[in-house]
């Protein structure tokens, strides 16, 4: 699985045309809240806010072509569903991983 | 209810069938398959092998053919009728008006 | 491609990212949008902005998309706004939790543009749908109401023109379900001046106004005619007449009518289309069926019109049973018909003819059973009584017409002023035709009237020789001749006198008139054979073909002749 979907990006840049940079941004935005969301959860046992932080984060994930990154959410939010929540830590490193990866491939479109 | 009508080669001729219930819904129908045919036919058969039902709407468009066909010149056979359908015509004394078979 | 109009679409979604690109994708194919970032907002948007579609995030904080889905629906209320819900869900039900929560479809990440734009043409093809449905919908309504309306009065004027008559005469029994009315059936019963009782049971084909529309005539030329000494036949032949001209080909009465004479047990029955009533004698409990032996009234011309009848004696106690089609056609929950078996059956099943009304009435009830079909009953039964045990009118006619008589004298006279301009001959005939006994003869007496007042004027007073009438030419010089002495005239007259007189079997009219002329010889002339087929002759073998008696009196200038007339009763 790639890092980016540059099809799924060609096609956004065409959608959104010159607010593309403004949809790069918010994505950065979002997942940086969203983040900083999940690790405030690690130790928490919030089963359920766990699973719908991964999975919003999932979907926009999606929507902006980084099916890596997307896929990874979702492993933590069928554990979360399964409550499964030993060492969700290191599922959020490496979602977090993967992301600043997708974020440095996104700046140099 | 349907209504199917067929003529003679030369048009003079015209059988009109009727299958099932012959009632108002039919009314449409019934006057589709007559009126404005070309040439004008001299000669009607209104054939209710098919026909379970006559009610008296049913009667009342025998009338309108009739009328149509030339009243008291009209030629009109009603053919093939069933017990049941006889009866009723019967009961109307329509014998005095078609030819019933 | 955009070929619909310009939408206002709400898109909620609490992820920033996801709800830009919705936006932009939305904009794009030319539509407004409205953005929510939680439930709550996107219900107060939905209220404060009436969007034409809905775009929702299955999961949201404060509000999450199925409440919000919910609330919303039920804002719309009848109109159809349709919902997608975003979402990434998967599983089975969570994808049943979005539809069972009003959620119409899904639309699901990641976006694809071609997939929104087809979702949102189709369901604004199925939005538009809906608001005109709606619209038809209130349409049909409105006009149902006024339908309603305009039969309410339909139905008020038919009670009152339609109404009931004798029929609660002491022994008849009836019954007329609505929907039997609904259907066109119709009951009249009124009393004739002779005691006798007309009834009229008519079934006309249609339903609803239509039926009723064609009541209303045969309902006051019944109630108009029978009173005023009409005859069974007059009446029928009238409303034949009435309903050919005014009803439509295709619409007709089916009818039975009855004329019983209480005081000579007689009855008289003509059945146009309406099954074969049934008359049952006392004395064996035997039934024997009024068949229908003519058209329906409405179908024939007044030419082709057959008001031939049956007669029938009747004993006290006899009855007779008359329905239209409802009880024969009634059917049970399995769509059998009742027919005319079953009546018999209730006849022969009988053991008191008292309840013989009931019997038939509750066996066709109980046949029909629980089936959702309202009764559609007409019956009628009528029994052979005195007439003090019908009515008071039949009871007060019975005992005037022991041994009455009816007698008149009328004398007209035509002065010699008047007989340039004026022909008496309608003034007598409408004195004449007010008799009700008389109006059958309408014709007859016309001419009569009319060669007895010509012979007098044109050969009594005016002078002139009916011999010239021989040849064509003498013809127009008659007529001349007479036109020409007509406006010199001025003196003569010609006097009419006509005395009627009426016993219980039969009437006389003695009609005589008197010319100023000299008269003729009528020996001779009577002697000689007189030809109608000529031009010319006092057409006095018509009169005596019409008449009982013709007579000439005097010089020969007064005729008198006798017209007799069996009294119909």
């Not at chain 2, 000669?43 to 009328?67: C, E, F, I, K, W």
Request: with cysteine; hydrophobic share 40%; aromatic share 8%.
């Amino acid at each position: 699985m790639d890092h980016l979907d540059q099809q799924a990006l060609v096609t956004l840049k065409d959608v959104m045309e010159d607010d593309f940079a403004l949809l790069i941004n918010t994505f950065f935005q979002d997942s940086e809240n969203r983040l900083k969301m999940l690790n405030s959860l690690i130790d928490s046992d919030n089963q359920d806010a766990i699973r719908r932080a991964a999975h919003s984060f999932k979907g926009s994930c999606s929507n902006v072509g980084a099916p890596l990154l997307a896929s990874l959410c979702a492993v933590l939010e069928k554990k979360a569903v399964a409550n499964d929540l030993d060492n969700i830590k290191q599922n959020i490193d490496v979602i977090k991983a993967e992301y600043e990866i997708v974020k440095a491939l996104l700046l140099d479109l | 209810m349907a209504i199917t009508s067929s003529a003679s080669p030369d048009g003079k001729q015209v059988t009109i069938f009727i299958q099932g219930r012959f009632d108002f819904s039919s009314h449409q129908d019934f006057r589709n398959a007559y009126e404005r045919l070309n040439p004008t036919p001299s000669q009607y058969r209104v054939d209710l092998q098919g026909t379970s039902y006559l009610d008296s709407s049913a009667l009342g468009m025998l009338l309108l053919l009739r009328d149509h066909a030339g009243g008291d010149q009209s030629n009109i056979q009603i053919v093939n009728c069933s017990q049941d359908v006889k009866k009723i015509l019967a009961i109307s004394n329509f014998e005095q008006l078609f030819e019933i078979y | 491609m955009n070929d619909q109009r310009q939408l206002k679409i709400l898109v909620a979604d609490d992820t920033d990212t996801d709800r830009l690109i919705l936006e932009t994708i939305v904009r794009k194919e030319g539509h407004t949008v409205i953005s929510a970032s939680d439930g709550r907002q996107a219900v107060d948007l939905f209220i404060s902005e009436s969007p034409d579609m809905v775009l929702l995030d299955a999961l949201m904080p404060i509000m999450d998309g199925f409440e919000s889905a919910r609330l919303i629906k039920l804002h719309a209320g009848d109109k159809f706004i349709p919902i997608l819900f975003l979402t990434s869900l998967t599983d089975n039900e969570s994808l049943v939790k979005c539809l069972d929560a009003g959620g119409d479809d899904f639309l699901s990440k990641p976006y694809s543009r071609i997939v929104l734009q087809a979702k949102i043409k189709s369901f604004n093809r199925m939005r538009e749908m809906n608001a005109t449905v709606m619209v038809q919908r209130d349409e049909i309504a409105k006009n149902n109401a006024r339908l309603l309306q305009e039969q309410m009065v339909a139905k008020h004027v038919f009670d009152n023109v339609a109404h009931s008559g004798c029929l609660n005469s002491k022994n008849i029994r009836y019954f007329l379900s609505s929907l039997a009315v609904f259907n066109g059936d119709m009951l009249l019963a009124a009393m004739r001046p002779n005691g006798n009782m007309i009834v009229l049971l008519g079934d006309f084909t249609g339903h609803g106004l239509p039926a009723a529309i064609g009541a209303m005539p045969v309902a006051s030329t019944f109630y108009g005619m029978i009173p005023k000494g009409f005859s069974m036949t007059d009446v029928l032949k009238e409303i034949n007449n009435k309903l050919k001209h005014i009803l439509p080909v295709g619409i007709f009465c089916c009818a039975t009518m009855l004329d019983i004479n209480f005081r000579k047990k007689k009855l008289t029955v003509w059945n146009g289309g309406l099954p074969a009533g049934f008359l049952y004698r006392l004395a064996d409990h035997s039934i024997h069926p009024i068949k229908s032996t003519h058209l329906p009234l409405g179908v024939l011309s007044s030419r082709a019109f057959k008001d031939n009848c049956e007669e029938y004696d009747l004993a006290n106690g006899d009855r007779l049973y008359l329905w239209s089609d409802g009880i024969h056609e009634a059917r049970n929950i399995q769509g059998d018909m009742f027919g005319e078996a079953k009546l018999i059956d209730v006849f022969a099943q009988n053991t008191d003819p008292e309840k013989l009304f009931d019997d038939i009435i509750s066996n066709v009830q109980a046949f029909i059973g629980d089936s959702e079909k309202d009764d559609d009953i007409s019956l009628f039964e009528i029994r052979m009584a005195d007439p003090q045990d019908v009515n008071e009118y039949a009871y007060e006619t019975s005992v005037k017409k022991e041994g009455s008589a009816i007698a008149w004298d009328l004398s007209f006279e035509v002065k010699p002023s008047s007989f340039k301009v004026f022909d008496p001959l309608p003034i007598l005939i409408n004195v004449i035709m007010e008799i009700p006994s008389l109006r059958p003869y309408n014709a007859s007496l016309y001419t009569i009237l009319a060669e007895l007042y010509t012979n007098a004027l044109e050969h009594g007073v005016l002078g002139l020789d009916s011999a010239m009438k021989k040849s064509p030419d003498g013809f127009s010089e008659y007529y001349e001749l007479r036109n020409q002495r007509i406006q010199m005239i001025s003196e003569g007259f010609v006097k009419i006198h006509i005395s009627y007189c009426t016993e219980d079997i039969n009437g006389r009219l003695v009609i005589r008139i008197e010319d100023s002329g000299p008269g003729f010889d009528y020996q001779k002339k009577l002697g000689a054979s007189l030809s109608t087929s000529g031009y010319s002759g006092r057409g006095i073998a018509l009169m005596e073909r019409m008449c009982e008696s013709v007579r000439y009196i005097g010089k020969g200038n007064i005729a008198e002749v006798v017209f007799v007339w069996a009294n119909d009763d």
